[in-house]
C-alpha cells in the first residue's frame, strides 16, 4: 500500500492517499514492527521510504524518525545489509524528519551521508534530493552562500533527469534566499517558478508552502489585506491536508499582520492558538532563520502594543483554543 501510494503523495489525489495511510496507520505501523523484528531491513527501509512524505505532511516526524532509526541502527550492527540503493532512500528520508523536527545538525548528517553514497553508486536522483535538504538545511542555518551552491547543484541536477517535483522545491529554497536578503522582485520569480511547477505535479502541501511565502512577501511590502487572503487560502489548504504544522505557522502569519495593523489582542491570541496546535500535533516552534525572524517580529511587535499581563492573558486565551476553533478565529477578519 505504502508504495503504491508514494508516487499519489505528491500528485493530484494527494488527499485521498494521504487520507487512505492516515486509516491504515496502526496496519503500517504493525507492519512495519514486524519486519523489523524479523531483520527484514531491505523491506523495511523501502516502507520507512515510502512513508516519508506521509510522515511529513501529516506531522508524524518522531514516529518515522524512531522507526528510520531503529532500520538504521540494525544496518549499522551489521545485522543484515541494506542495498546501497535503499539505503540512499532512507537517509534522505531521516534527513527530511529531522529537518522538519528543527535537528539541522542531524538532517545535514544524514543529508551528507546520502549525498555520498548516491554518488558512489550514480544514484542521481538520490544525489539531488540530498543536495536539495542540504540547502534548505543551510538555509535554515542562516549560511546563505552554502544554501546557494547546494541548492543550484540540486536544480540543474534535477532538471536533467527530468524530475519537476524536485525542481520545484529547489526553487522555493532559493527564493527563501533571495526574500532573506530582501531582493521581493528575485523572490516572487522563483515562487512563481516554482508554484507552476507545482501546479503541473499537483502537490497541493507545497503549493500551500509557495504561497505562504508569496503571502509573507505581500506582508513584508505592507500589502496587508493581501497576505491575509494568501494566508487564508493556505490556512484551508493546510487544514484540508491534515498538515498542522501548516496550520501553526499560517496562524502565525495571520498574528503578524495583525500585529503590523496594531490589532496586538488579536495578534496575541493568534500566537497562543499557534503554541496550541504545536502542543496537541508534537510539532517544533519556528526554527529557522527566516521563519524564526517573522515569528520573532510578530511577536515584538504584539508585546510592545499591550500590557504584559494583558498579553499574557490574551496568549492564554489563545492556547485553550481547538485546533478547529484556532483555524475559524484566524479566518473570521
Known amino acids: 500500500l ?31 514492527n514486524g519486519l523489523i523484528d524479523r531483520a527484514e531491513l531491505n523491506r523495511a527501509a523501502q516502507l520507512c521510504a515510502a512513508l516519508r512524505h506521509f510522515w511529513v505532511v501529516h506531522a508524524h516526524l518522531d514516529e518515522g524518525r524512531r522507526n ?9 550492527d551489521g545485522t543484515i545489509g541494506t542495498r546501497p540503493s535503499v539505503k540512499v532512500r532512507l537517509l534522505n528520508a531521516a534527513g527530511c524528519l529531522t529537518f522538519y523536527q528543527g535537528d539541522y545538525t542531524a538532517a545535514r548528517s544524514y543529508f551528507e551521508s ?19 535538504g542540504l540547502g534548505a538545511e543551510a538555509a535554515n542555518c542562516d549560511n546563505r552562500m552554502r544554501a546557494r551552491t547546494y541548492a543550484q547543484q540540486s536544480l540543474q541536477l534535477s532538471r536533467a533527469i527530468g ?10 529554497t532559493l527564493g527563501e534566499l533571495a526574500r532573506l536578503e530582501r531582493d521581493y522582485e528575485q523572490a516572487v520569480r522563483l515562487y512563481a517558478e516554482s508554484l507552476a511547477l507545482l501546479r503541473q505535479v499537483g502537490d497541493r502541501w507545497f503549493i500551500a508552502i509557495v ?9 513584508d511590502q505592507g500589502r496587508y489585506a493581501e497576505a491575509e487572503a494568501i494566508h487564508a487560502e493556505c490556512l484551508t489548504l493546510c487544514r484540508d491536508l491534515g498538515n498542522y504544522r ?5 496562524l502565525v502569519k495571520f498574528a503578524g499582520v495583525a500585529a ?35 515569528y520573532e517580529r510578530g511577536a515584538a511587535l504584539a508585546k510592545a502594543g499591550l500590557a504584559e499581563d494583558h498579553f499574557n492573558t490574551r496568549w492564554a486565551d489563545g492556547c485553550m483554543m481547538t485546533i478547529d476553533e484556532a483555524i475559524a478565529y484566524a479566518l473570521t477578519l
Open 260 to 294: 503590523l495593523r496594531g490589532c496586538c489582542e488579536r495578534a496575541a491570541c493568534l500566537l497562543g492558538a499557534a503554541q496550541a496546535v504545536r502542543m496537541a500535533t508534537h510539532t517544533a516552534v519556528e526554527t529557522g532563520a527566516l521563519d524564526r525572524l517573522d
Open 114 to 132: 546520502a549525498l555520498a553514497l548516491s554518488r558512489a553508486i550514480s544514484d542521481q536522483h538520490g544525489a539531488a534530493f540530498a543536495l536539495d
Open 2 to 32: 505504502p508504495e503504491t501510494a508514494e508516487p499519489h503523495l505528491i500528485g493530484l489525489d494527494q488527499m485521498h492517499w494521504l487520507n487512505r495511510l492516515e486509516l491504515e496507520h496502526n496496519n503500517l505501523r504493525n507492519a512495519l
Open 68 to 76: 528510520i532509526e531503529r532500520v538504521l541502527a540494525d544496518w549499522e
Open 211 to 219: 504561497r505562504h511565502n508569496l503571502g509573507q512577501v505581500a506582508q
Open 163 to 172: 524530475d519537476r517535483w524536485l525542481g520545484a522545491i529547489t526553487l522555493i
Open 246 to 250: 501548516g496550520v501553526a505557522m499560517c
